[in-house]
């Protein structure tokens, strides 16, 4: 594997279930970042990771939890969530996080009902 | 808030074509970024210009920087079938990225 690789692709979830997003980056980057893409709006950075640490959090609702156990992988926890929580969540790596340029995910399209 | 505006917001042209998308804002940048996002993928960056006023060619793409460092445009000639996807500009600044909605651009064959 190439890149970054976000699992799974797309996943439909109901309001009280709890699932979780997974990217990983084999770039051998420092920093790692969750956006939240929704029609005809702009991307909305939800995360920020640098060095394993949360350095950036875009006032994001509790009901997504972020965690990264090291510099390759990120995770994404949602519990509870609402239907206006439906869109492209894209995972996104960068050497630093000095403006330098990022590697996205192919995203998952996520559905809640 | 640093916001940035795209426009068009949607382009539908022929193969061969000449185009030209704009990212606009009040805010000054220290760099702006252009991505294409195809569907079903991520964005791909396209361009990075820093300077004020600065000019870079990818091919048939054409980037431009403004003077001020608040605008950019992106002219595509000759379009091709392949160009077709959502374009998006992204102004940095201390750090950190702030997109637009994005243009989508779809060339017909």
């Not at chain 1, 206006?84 to 009902?113: H, I, K, M």
């Not at chain 2, 068009?8 to 252009?34: A, R």
């Not at chain 2, 195809?38 to 870079?56: A, N, R």
């Amino acid at each position: 594997e190439t890149g970054v690789t976000q699992t799974p692709r797309h996943l439909v979830m109901g309001m009280t279930n709890k699932k979780s997003l997974k990217c990983e980056q084999h770039l051998g980057h420092n920093a790692m970042y969750w956006y939240k893409q929704s029609a005809k709006k702009p991307l909305e950075l939800m995360f920020v990771y640098s060095l394993e640490e949360r350095v950036e959090n875009n006032s994001v609702p509790s009901r997504f939890s972020p965690e990264c156990p090291n510099s390759s992988h990120l995770f994404l926890h949602l519990h509870t969530l609402q239907p206006e929580d439906s869109a492209l969540y894209l995972c996104a790596s960068s050497q630093a996080t000095t403006g330098s340029e990022q590697f996205f995910g192919p995203g998952t399209r996520l559905t809640v009902l | 808030t640093q916001l940035l505006e795209q426009s068009p917001q949607f382009l539908s042209i022929q193969e061969g074509e000449n185009l030209t998308v704009y990212c606009n804002s009040s805010s000054v940048f220290s760099s702006l970024q252009w991505y294409r996002q195809e569907p079903g993928e991520g964005p791909v960056l396209l361009v990075t210009v820093v300077t004020g006023g600065e000019v870079k060619k990818l091919k048939r793409l054409t980037f431009q920087f403004g003077d001020a460092r608040k605008d950019s445009s992106l002219h595509i000639t000759a379009a091709q079938p392949g160009d077709t996807g959502l374009y998006l500009c992204a102004g940095v600044n201390f750090n950190k990225f702030y997109f637009g909605s994005g243009t989508k651009l779809n060339v017909k064959p």
